[in-house]
């Protein structure tokens, strides 16, 4: 149970595109999911945790209309990346957290790889 | 502000000896405790997790954390390590109370087994 996942599993896309990632739990209900990035050999970076039907509340730092989150249903949310460019180039994680679990436990997708040329 | 730190950023250990990473964490009460494993290239798996009660946790794996409240930490070992363990290693916290049950990551230990 508990499994998580995310589509594409890489992308690579032109600069000046915008690249949409699904993130989907499989076998429960995710009331939250939250979206991570991660830099090679770093750890994981908190962008922003989505709420079904809110807005999504961002970290300090991340750019809302350049990442564009989406929780439409309680099994599905989107991360859109707008007019991409080279430095957006990551490894992007999404995680869900479900409507009955305690003490914030997160399940994790298997990742996007984006590299924008 | 909560932080957690985990010191090692690189172990290497032989294949079948026991292993242990370190996590220590700062917060004013006692936070649930989480440790992950991260296949390069791949997503996160939870190994197990602490939130209250017995101590000592089992998790996936054949893997083990023990929460040691004096010292503020949740060291994960393993009496003896497979080949298919070398990953790396995070450790996190949530907390009580928060509004939107973020977990903070420690920075990561990578695990390198010898043959």
């Known amino acids: 149970g508990a499994v998580v996942s995310q589509h594409p599993s890489w992308v690579i896309c032109k600069s000046g595109t915008s690249v949409k990632i699904e993130c989907r739990s499989l076998d429960f209900q995710a009331t939250t999911m939250f979206w991570y990035r991660q830099f090679p050999k770093q750890s994981l970076m908190l962008m922003a945790t989505s709420n079904e039907g809110s807005k999504a509340t961002y970290e300090q730092g991340v750019e809302k209309d350049k990442f564009l989150i989406n929780h439409a249903s309680l099994t599905l949310s989107t991360l859109t990346v707008t007019s991409a460019h080279p430095e957006d180039s990551s490894f992007y994680i999404c995680s869900a957290r479900g409507l009955a679990e305690v003490g914030n436990t997160q399940y994790f997708g298997p990742g996007t790889r984006l590299t924008v040329l | 502000a909560q932080s957690v730190t985990q010191p090692d950023i690189h172990i290497t250990v032989s294949e079948g000896a026991s292993l242990e990473l370190r996590c220590n964490y700062s917060?004013?009460?006692?936070?649930?405790l989480f440790w992950y494993v991260q296949s390069p290239g791949q997503g996160l798996q939870l190994l197990l997790k602490y939130f209250s009660g017995d101590t000592l946790v089992q998790g996936i794996k054949g893997f083990e954390a023990e929460f040691k409240r004096s010292q503020s930490s949740f060291n994960l070992r393993k009496p003896s390590v497979h080949w298919s363990d070398a990953a790396e290693y995070f450790c996190a916290v949530g907390f009580y109370g928060g509004s939107q049950g973020n977990l903070i990551f420690g920075k990561g230990t990578k695990l390198s087994v010898k043959p």
């Open positions: 917060y004013g009460a006692t936070p649930y």
